[in-house]
């Protein structure tokens, strides 16, 4: 790379992180309520979920009371595959997703006739942000040569300009498949999964180059010192984290197969590199271990970000309940994009449904 494209590059990436940053400076914590207004609201929630015919369904790392109403209330708690299937499936009249933004956009392609709400429309993801569309586009224009392959944490117009969009959970057997019909890969938009899969996989993919701002933080370093603090500890980490965090992993994996293997190895200590709203699913289905959160970089910049998402944090009670009292904070998605995005996410679900979808490393 000449002097002159590297300072473009480094510009573009300084450019980014500003984005970032201005968006993490709006994501505010709601307050924690006390029990006893906690238990009330759920059940005025509860109430009008049932005359409203709605179904609440909340990623793994929103608060643990979404989940536990979820769960009870008839919905679902799952990674965003999942959700996704869940949320086309259900009879519901309205879907009220937790989560982020691309999560609720997804839901809402998927189940066109349903009400899509959320909590807050301002929840959203550092690898959204960093992959706008008409950079996104042009990238792809430049390399029409590649199939594109993007995550699911990307806007309704990045997904309706890829072939294939994917979850943590399938990426890997997608671009497997892939590879054997001789297809050379665009990946969008983290970094650190695309060189996971390329290096897993070894298929020729060009990546993007963006980075989840949670699992990002995650240090090889800060691992191996707990290790010597629990030496029979397990590793399991979310393959958005660095490759010297996976490299050292005993399992890579989505957060509904971090859990599958909490449950199935037989470790008592486990160390857990991802969003630590997964340990409320932990413990439960694993209540006899000790779940540790993996180190970050500790006092950097980015710390509001360390081992929780912001946004993922912006979800609460009394937003869901204002929203879906007053049915606001609909997801909208203008009707000839969500059919172009509908085409490869529905082409990820159909692959889903045909393939058996297990943990992928070294466990
Ligand atoms: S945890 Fe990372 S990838 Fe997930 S929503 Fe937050 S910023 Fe995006």
């Known amino acids: 790379m000449g002097d002159s494209s590297l300072t473009e590059k480094m510009d573009s990436l300084a450019s980014d992180q500003e984005v970032v940053r201005r968006y993490l400076d709006r994501a505010e914590a709601p307050e924690q309520l ?188 800060g691992i191996e010192d707990m290790l010597s603090m629990y030496p029979a500890a397990a590793v399991l980490a979310h393959p958005e984290s660095p490759d010297a965090v996976l490299e050292i992993a005993d399992v890579v994996g989505s957060t509904t197969q971090i859990i599958n293997a909490a449950k199935q190895l037989p470790n008592q200590d486990i160390i857990v590199a991802t969003d630590q709203g997964i340990f409320h699913k932990l413990q439960q289905l694993s209540p006899g271990k000790r779940f540790i959160i993996a180190p970050t970089a500790g006092n950097d910049a980015t710390c509001k970000s360390c081992a929780h998402c912001p946004w993922m944090a912006m979800n609460s009670l009394q937003a869901l309940y204002a929203s879906l009292l007053n049915e606001t904070n609909e997801v909208e998605v203008e009707s000839e994009l969500a059919e172009q995005a509908m085409l490869p996410l529905k082409r990820m679900l159909e692959f889903a449904e045909k393939s058996k979808l297990g943990v992928k490393g070294k466990a």
């Open 34 to 221: 006390p029990e006893a207004e906690r238990r009330q609201l759920e059940s005025q929630i509860r109430e009008l979920m049932r005359v409203k015919n709605a179904r609440l369904v909340a990623h793994y790392y929103t608060e643990s009371s979404l989940q536990d109403l979820a769960e009870d209330s008839g919905g679902f708690v799952g990674d965003s595959l999942e959700m996704a299937r869940f949320g086309r499936d259900c009879d519901a009249d309205i879907l009220m997703v937790a989560g982020v933004r691309f999560m609720g956009e997804s839901a809402k392609i998927l189940s066109p006739d349903k009400l899509v709400l959320m909590p807050t429309l301002e929840a959203t993801c550092s690898l959204d942000i960093a992959c706008p569309i008409e950079r996104f586009a042009s990238f792809c224009d430049e390399h029409g040569d590649r199939t594109v392959v993007v995550y699911a944490n990307t806007s309704a117009a990045v997904k309706a300009r890829s072939d294939w969009v994917v979850t943590s959970s399938i990426a890997l057997d997608v671009v497997e498949h892939l590879m054997e019909r001789g297809e050379k890969i665009l990946w969008a938009p983290d970094k650190h999964l695309g060189a996971y899969i390329r290096k897993t996989t070894g298929a020729d993919m060009l990546l993007w180059d963006a980075a989840c701002i949670v699992h990002e933080e995650f240090k090889a370093r």
